[in-house]
């Protein structure tokens, strides 16, 4: 039986708040009892016959009746459905101390994100901040850190929804409401595995925001994070992206000892990182697959998610929604591939669709993946690549040349290595002819750009009159060019500022100097108007003679042309990319101040 001086003996009663909470060990459940309701914490399933026990023990010794009684009703009018005491794990005071501790343990270094989400915690700004990101790049950890870091537990409330679990938003909003009256700072991890959440989380805002708490959502399922921001939360919503992973992040927090290894490996924790062929396609299952899938079974149908309902993707036959969803996914991310890493390929919407089918081992692959080899269409082109960029996985750079033209990137180089290793290797190992293969780039050499483009994109993505482009008309080519807007009417021409960067893995200054031959040519764009140029590649950063000769030959150009280009770049900078990725903002900041 249970006593109130049992209950004092175990030293179980917060004194501070004045908030009693008890461990019932012969029931084998927590129950915390916050202002005006009760939670089962720790996640645990418990069984609707033992709260009701426990109900029963705790009114013979009158122990907050009124607490007790609104979980009794609760209960009773939730009779054969799933209750948020089952579906909501709920930590605060000691709870959520002793959670933090034992899951970061030794966890040390942060994520450059948690400093972002530290200051809007510690700010007035007026708005709720999600967390926007695939999984295993660390969100949980992220929101755990932060609540180290504020110290400030009993004033904190974290939240972790049950993906196993059926709860709709109102009533997961109940629960939230009674847990959070008295308490400022509010984390919500996995909000996404709520049903309507898209469209009913108006109240984070109106109800929690407005009263000067600070809330912090995030969810596996970051289709519907970015959806919330054209619904229910339009207006109300800060996004923060995290799914890209820096190099120096990952060094600094993921256990990467060097930039090989980061193209490779990179943007994932070890528990996630993707070592073979069948890790990625589970990771496309998990996180993609059922990001995108998961997003629309729990919601209602909105303007922002309409085109992706009209690929009759619902909750029915669920299982042959996702297989032709991963379908669509593959075929996509190897078209984008393909096309990156075919430097003669003119990238089309309307090709891109049928550009991996025409690669002689793709039906290899498609086996292997155990995904039906049939053809997708423009549209569903279309709305799945939005999706994708959407959710995170992938960036998009567009041609200033041609308007409307766009090269992807994935942000998870585990994700781009893996994929990128079927369409290199499998001609070589299978005997294909080598003539489909020529002008195929390397693969370290595709997982460099890829990793220095979403290095600069995650960098120009927080700056004002910043964005970055690629260049391609005809057979010339610049892999990477930063823009300065200058919105300045009373000097047009100055208007607009520009940097051009070539990417090469090579460690050969002329070697680089040479495959990059674009660099110097006063042809593209408006020369008059840029204010720097550079390779960016292996080697150490210097500046090229125009003299030194390569240490191996070029394939399919004379000497005279190598000489050429050699006498052309001559003066030109080489940035090593370790030193690119850790002083781009400086490049910045004198494109910003650069005069003509």
Known sequence: MLSYNNLKKINLLNKENKVPSWRVSSYGVSLSVYSEFCCITRGSSVERIKIQKLIQAVEQNKIHIQNISILRNWI????GQDSPVDSVSVYTGNTLKTLVDNDLNDITAERDFVSSIYKYVTSNRNE????????????????????????????????VVNPEQSLDYSDFYKLLFSVTKYRKYIFIDEITYVSNFINKSANLY??????????????????????????????????LPVSFMSYFEAKRTAHISNFIEYLEMGGLYDKDRLGSFSDLENYIDTSVVDNIVGTLSKNMVTSHLAALYNLSITSKNIGLVKQRMKTIIFKILFDIIFSLSK??????MNILPYLFNSYSSSSDIYDTIGIENSSIGVYETRVVLKALYEIGLLNKVENIAKCGEFKYYITNQSVYNQMLCQIVNIPFRDGYSLNEFRGVKSRLGLLMESAVINHTYEIVRKM??????????????????????????????????YLYYEIKISSDTAYASIKAQWITDKSIGSPEKVVGRAVIYNGITTVYDGVTKPKKSIPNMSTEKQTQIMQRNKGLQFINVEDYLRNLPSYIDDLMNAKF
């Open 343 to 348: 430097s003669d390929i003119k990238i089309d």
């Open 464 to 497: 004002k009159d910043i964005s970055i482009y690629y260049y391609r008309d005809g057979n010339k080519e610049i892999d990477l060019i930063i823009r300065r807007h200058v919105y300045d009417l009373d000097d047009l021409d100055n208007y607009d500022k």
């Open 76 to 79: 009773n009018s939730r009779d």
């Open 128 to 159: 709720v901040m999600g967390v926007h990101g695939l999984r295993g790049v660390g969100k949980s950890i992220g929101l755990m850190q932060v609540i180290r870091l504020l110290n400030d537990f009993d004033n904190t409330v974290y939240l």
């Open 206 to 239: 109106e109800a929690l925001v407005l009263m000067g708490k600070r809330v912090v959502i995030c969810g596996t399922n970051s289709l519907a994070l970015v959806s919330s921001k054209s619904a229910a939360l339009y207006h109300r919503i800060g996004i």
